[in-house]
């Protein structure tokens, strides 16, 4: 290990001796609730397999989140005085974005459903806010990296569930039920970047080992799950990764360039790849029977999305009520929501929600490119990788987000808190370092006089 490598792994140690027990548990229990996105178990309740999202429904995930929030309590009400919660820049937007949804509300087309669809927006500015408020150091961060290797392993035995044992065995649920596919890629795209940070730049053989089979795993489970927007966003991730950072490492070159040639080939010999990259390609020349044939609601959210924007991009038809308006105008009920982020944003909530949130994934972004910069030019390349790979991450699933309605889901908010946190954290760094040179030419001075 280089000097520099050393060095950062003693500042973690030191910082993980910091911080208090409470905390802690709160950090333990939230990372549990996001290992648990890996299957349908999460989604058990007392009620039963909890059926939709309803928010009195307590599954597993709600209770362990709970918990999470319980512990976060305790800690301020032991200690009134302790500044634990956190509100950055990128919260205030976001906390704006929700105001904002609830606005919708008075002008709303669909008013019944804007309330149970902010909710689900209010459950992820809780999300962020918890991992803001709880994560307080580089031990943290580690952790949370090997959380997301770890969960590449859970989605890759969800995703061989759900299209192989199930395939065969429809009473199967040794994963917990049947779980979207989509969702099993889109977690395996923006985790993928940490894979390769922790293959290239892990402080031991475990992390460096562990990195690879993460990436080997991420491959399969896109293999299997057949979603095509991760045929899209995986090009992305190796593409920038590899410009930001991973250059620097050759073997990583050489193997993601082997990886690049043999993936088409394996993916087409998926036959039902094969067919859906066909079917796409027929759908794009606009062959007639391809439309037929594919799912006749994932084109009419992108046509009646355009139109919607057209119509109501000032203020928004509401949020909630875009598959209710396609009903209305259209004549035919859409099961699906508008696949596609910057639609949905205008179409439900107008000119201000799109700036809103999108302000909020502006922030996240500068703050990580910042981050990656400043750690660029300090010559900390282990911590520089890091910070390339929550970026990587972050763009990758902003991509993902133009094919399909992701913005529910945690990856997106996860990379920005840990930008965040890790901006924070080196600013507290710097202004030590500007302290301790102060003091040592105030000392200096004093010795010369």
């Given at each position: 290990m280089s000097n520099m490598n050393r060095s950062e792994s003693d500042a973690v140690a030191r910082q993980d001796s910091q911080g208090n027990e409470a905390i802690n548990i709160g950090l333990l229990f939230l990372m549990a609730a996001v290992g648990m996105r890996v299957t349908r178990f999460q989604r058990m309740s007392i009620f039963g397999f909890e059926r939709g999202t309803g928010i009195w429904n307590f599954s597993i995930f709600k209770i362990v989140m709970l918990l999470c929030g319980a512990s976060l309590a305790a800690y301020l009400l032991t200690r009134p005085r302790a500044r634990a919660i956190r509100v950055d820049l990128p919260l205030k937007?976001?906390?704006?974005?929700?105001?904002?949804?609830l606005m919708t509300f008075f002008w709303a087309l669909y008013p019944a459903h804007v309330i149970p669809e902010a909710a689900r927006t209010l459950f992820k500015v809780t999300i962020y806010a918890l991992i803001i408020t709880l994560t307080v150091s580089w031990g943290d961060i580690r952790r949370w990296g090997h959380l997301l290797m770890y969960m590449s392993f859970g989605f890759l035995?969800?995703?061989?569930?759900?299209?192989?044992?199930?395939?065969?065995?429809?009473?199967?649920?040794l994963w917990g039920g049947t779980r979207y596919p989509g969702i099993c890629a889109n977690w395996s795209t923006f985790i993928m970047p940490f894979?390769?940070?922790?293959?290239?730049?892990?402080?031991?053989?475990?992390?460096?080992?562990?990195?690879?089979?993460?990436i080997v795993a991420n491959l399969v489970t896109v293999y299997i799950t057949t979603r095509r927007a991760a045929l899209v966003v995986l090009p992305i991730v190796f593409l920038l990764y590899m410009v930001l950072i991973g250059h620097r490492r050759k073997w990583l070159l050489f193997a993601l360039l082997i990886i690049a040639t043999l993936m088409p080939i394996y993916i087409m010999r998926n036959p039902e790849y094969s067919r859906r990259v066909e079917l796409t390609m027929l759908i794009a020349g606009g062959d007639a029977v391809a439309v037929e044939r594919e799912d006749a609601g994932r084109?009419?959210?992108?046509?009646?999305?355009?139109?919607?924007?057209?119509?109501?991009?000032p203020l928004g038809m509401g949020v909630g009520g875009f598959k209710w308006?396609?009903?209305?105008?259209?004549?035919?009920?859409?099961?699906?929501?508008?696949?596609?982020?910057?639609?949905?944003?205008?179409v439900q909530t107008g000119v201000l929600g799109f700036l809103l949130f999108g302000g909020y994934l502006y922030i996240g972004l500068s703050q990580?490119?910042?981050?990656?910069?400043?750690?660029?030019?300090?010559?900390?390349?282990?911590?520089?990788?890091?910070?390339?790979?929550?970026?990587?991450?972050?763009?990758?699933?902003?991509a993902y987000s133009f094919f399909q309605p992701i913005h529910h889901e945690i990856p997106m908010y996860l990379a920005?808190?840990?930008?965040?946190?890790m901006l924070g954290l080196l600013r507290k760094e710097q202004t030590a370092e500007k302290a301790a040179d102060t003091a040592s030419e105030e000392a200096a001075g004093g010795a010369a006089t």
């Open positions: 937007l976001l906390g704006g974005y929700f105001i904002w949804e035995g969800t995703a061989y569930h759900e299209g192989v044992v199930v395939g065969w065995f429809r009473a199967a649920r894979n390769l940070h922790y293959a290239a730049w892990g402080e031991n053989h475990y992390e460096r080992n562990l990195g690879i089979a993460g084109m009419a959210q992108y046509i009646g999305g355009l139109e919607a924007a057209h119509q109501y991009w308006w396609v009903q209305d105008y259209y004549g035919y009920f859409a099961e699906i929501t508008l696949h596609n982020l910057p639609l949905h944003l205008i990580l490119w910042t981050s990656y910069r400043y750690l660029i030019n300090k010559k900390s390349i282990a911590r520089a990788s890091l910070a390339a790979a929550m970026l990587t991450a972050l763009v990758g699933n902003l920005i808190a840990l930008g965040s946190i």
